[in-house]
């Protein structure tokens, strides 16, 4: 008995068995379910349950126009924020890395958006574009504080892409940095003396041995906007007309507000199947551009 106790299977079951029950619980159980209803045509609190098979998917496919738009929205907007947060991110990483003596403040500083809900964000954010900038506009007589931010559908894309930037860059600046300060200042300094320039010595040298860090934040920056919802639902809550509606908010105005829970997990599932190969790819091809330091 007691070598059975101490035996290996004995203790992954102990320690690990918990966790892995939970985890079935939390996460397997729900996907799975979520898969059953997508073949059905529940509207979420009905007991009576009809599988209607693919008629969800061909739904999406092929007569669904605001999935597609929501889609192509949320595309565009992952491919904006992706690229200047990862930019931006970087820049501050680079430039903090330096040794400055007040870069521990301004990392801190850099790094506290992120730390707000994105719900409350989106609510403070909602109150500088509709007050605070009309009368920073009357107080200077900019053009750019009197626009619109939220009424159009240019204004409220890009509105929602600085406030994405400007929530995630420090996030993303925190793995940049960790990633800069794993490279070789002696080979930085061999570099130096040889006659590199400081854009060759970037491009060449660090950009190269912190892909690593590259192939994580792209990783969480294009799974974090793709699936972007507080941020939406508290700025525009979709509009204006639907223009600036993320999938996120298109599958849940499909199942909690249109009570057709079938479709909305259809939905999700082929929403998932997209962010999942993206994703894959992404890290496919940076994963190949890594290099061993």
């Known amino acids: 008995m007691r070598r059975w106790l101490t035996s290996q299977p004995m203790q992954q079951t102990v320690f690990v068995g918990p966790a892995l029950l939970a985890y079935a619980i939390v996460m397997v159980l729900p996907f799975l379910l979520g898969l059953y209803y997508s073949f059905t045509n529940w509207n979420g609190v009905a007991s009576h349950i009809d599988w209607v098979g693919l008629r969800n998917y061909k739904t999406i496919l092929t007569d669904d126009p605001d999935f597609g738009r929501s889609l192509w929205f949320t595309a565009k907007f992952t491919v904006a924020v992706v690229l200047i947060s990862n930019l931006l991110g970087f820049l501050i990483a680079y430039l903090l890395s330096k040794p400055l003596k007040s870069r521990n403040w301004l990392r801190t500083l850099f790094f506290m958006p992120n730390v707000l809900g994105g719900l409350l964000l989106g609510f403070i954010w909602r109150f500088i574009f509709t007050q605070s900038f009309p009368a920073l506009g009357q107080a200077t007589g900019f053009g750019f ?142 994963k190949k551009r890594e290099v061993e330091m």
Do not use: H
């Open 145 to 286: 504080f009197n626009l619109s931010w939220l009424g159009t559908e240019s204004t409220g894309f890009w509105g929602l892409v600085i406030v994405s930037v400007w929530q995630g860059a420090g996030y993303l600046m925190v793995i940049y940095i960790a990633g800069l300060t794993n490279v070789p200042s002696d080979m930085l300094e061999a570099a130096a003396i040889d006659g590199a320039s400081g854009m060759q010595i970037l491009r060449n040298i660090v950009l190269p041995l912190i892909m690593p860090a590259v192939t994580v934040c792209l990783f969480l920056s294009i799974s974090w906007t793709f699936k972007s919802f507080d941020l939406n639902y508290s700025l525009t809550q979709g509009g204006p007309y639907g223009t600036t509606e993320s999938v996120a908010m298109d599958i849940y105005y499909e199942a909690f507000k249109n009570n057709r829970y079938g479709l909305g997990t259809a939905k999700a599932f082929v929403f998932f199947v997209v962010v999942a190969v993206i994703t894959l790819v992404q890290v496919s091809i940076t």
